[in-house]
């Protein structure tokens, strides 16, 4: 069945004044037919939207527990092609997309080099991704230039071939995917704790250019009473941006350095790595961050049902033996992100009516 859409919001506004618009004003333009049919950024999920991407992937989940089920799902979108585009390194992200598209049936293809493409013979990036979206119907990118999602998703709106853009990590700035499997890791997990609402949660690391941490604390703004606490040296806190947000939405939160102090304090720790590949002059490498490691000493100061979260890679800032503890989610996250991306993926192109009719009578 041919979706026809209604709207194409992002064809009726230069990209000049596009650009112009504040984060939350843009979302209007990713939507349609009030669903995410671009994701490009945090700030355009509402609360419904998210507790309606939870919901899906757990029927997903579910409904991929029987082969009678796989194969449904596997049918959805079978007549889809997806092309995952990753101009920076990735495992998960890239691993969990490729892994939802084969589960609701989407035909996966990649571009992981660039040196293997036209690029290295000049082609601007634009022009290589419009080649992409000449063959297939969904394109996955991940690209070192913050805000480089969205202007394909313009550009791509303004031709014949306007297909929906997913970002799966853009510079320093937004991973908005991420949040969504972080948003479903801690609504899991405090599932019989009344939810995320009003639960203390710690962004820990190198809070200045962790895209998983900037899109995760805006999305983290949509559940009253949270309080976000941003543990890292002075030199890798948190943006102002991020904290003007905050203020705006009146979400309480504290600055610190005192890890120790915050740990038995919050509901989840969420450690980051530090992303010295930004670095211009090795400035990371000369800052001690050794205070801001969890390590199996700190498992006795956690509350007992507290999580620890990470997006990976790691390095040292999880100690190994700290994962064997049953608070540490972060191998959990990993795999919520292939369920979340499946629902998301559906959602996109309309088609998660149909999982929830075969939910149904799967329970009833
Ligand atoms: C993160 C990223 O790429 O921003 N990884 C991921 O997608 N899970 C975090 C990181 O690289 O540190």
Redesign the pocket.
């Known amino acids: 069945m041919a979706i026809m859409y209604k709207e194409n919001p992002l064809k009726s506004v230069s990209w000049e004044d596009f650009q112009k618009l504040d984060l939350s004003a843009k979302g209007a333009y990713f939507v349609r037919e009030q669903k995410p049919y671009h994701a490009l950024i945090a700030q355009q999920f509402t609360r419904p939207m998210l507790d309606r991407l939870c919901e899906l992937a757990t029927r997903i989940r579910r409904i991929a527990k029987t082969r009678g089920g796989t194969l449904f799902l596997q049918d959805l979108l079978s007549e889809k092609r997806a092309m995952l585009y990753f101009a ?6 890239f691993l969990s997309f490729y892994a939802a598209c084969q589960i609701v049936g989407l035909l996966p293809a990649e571009v992981r080099d660039t040196s293997t493409s036209s690029e290295l013979k000049g082609e601007s990036p634009e022009d290589s991704v419009r080649t992409f979206s000449s063959y297939f119907d969904l394109i996955i990118m ?1 690209h070192p230039v913050g805000g480089f999602a969205e202007r394909i998703a313009w550009l791509l709106s303004n031709t014949d071939r306007p297909v929906p853009v997913i970002n ?2 853009s510079g320093k700035d937004q ?1 908005p995917t ?1 949040a969504l499997l972080d948003v479903y890791t801690l609504q899991r997990s405090f599932e019989r704790r009344g939810g995320i609402e009003g639960k203390k949660i710690a962004f820990v690391g ?1 809070l200045a250019r ?3 941490v900037r899109s995760l604390a805006w999305l983290l703004t949509l559940y009253p009473g949270v309080k976000q606490y941003f543990v890292a040296p002075d030199s890798l806190q948190i943006g102002p941006d991020i904290l003007q947000f905050l203020d705006h939405a009146g979400m309480p939160y504290e600055i610190s350095q005192d890890f120790e102090r915050v740990i038995p304090e919050v509901d989840a720790i969420y450690m ?2 530090i ?1 010295d590949e930004w670095d211009t002059a090795h400035e990371s490498q000369v800052l001690d961050t050794s205070h801001f490691h969890f390590t199996k000493a700190h498992l006795t100061k956690l509350k007992s049902d507290a999580v620890i979260m990470h ?3 790691r390095r040292k800032e999880i100690e190994a033996a700290v994962d064997s503890d049953p608070r540490a989610v972060y191998w959990r996250q990993v795999r919520n ?1 292939m369920w979340i991306r499946a629902a998301l993926i559906l959602t996109v192109f309309q088609r998660d009516p149909e999982v929830d009719r075969y939910y149904q009578d799967l329970t009833s």
Do not use: I, N, V
């Not at 920076?88 to 992200?93: D, I, K, N, Y």
């Open positions: 920076q390194p990735s495992t998960r992200t991940r799966a990590g991973h991420q190198d962790g895209r998983t980051t790595r992303q997006p990976l890679p992100g």
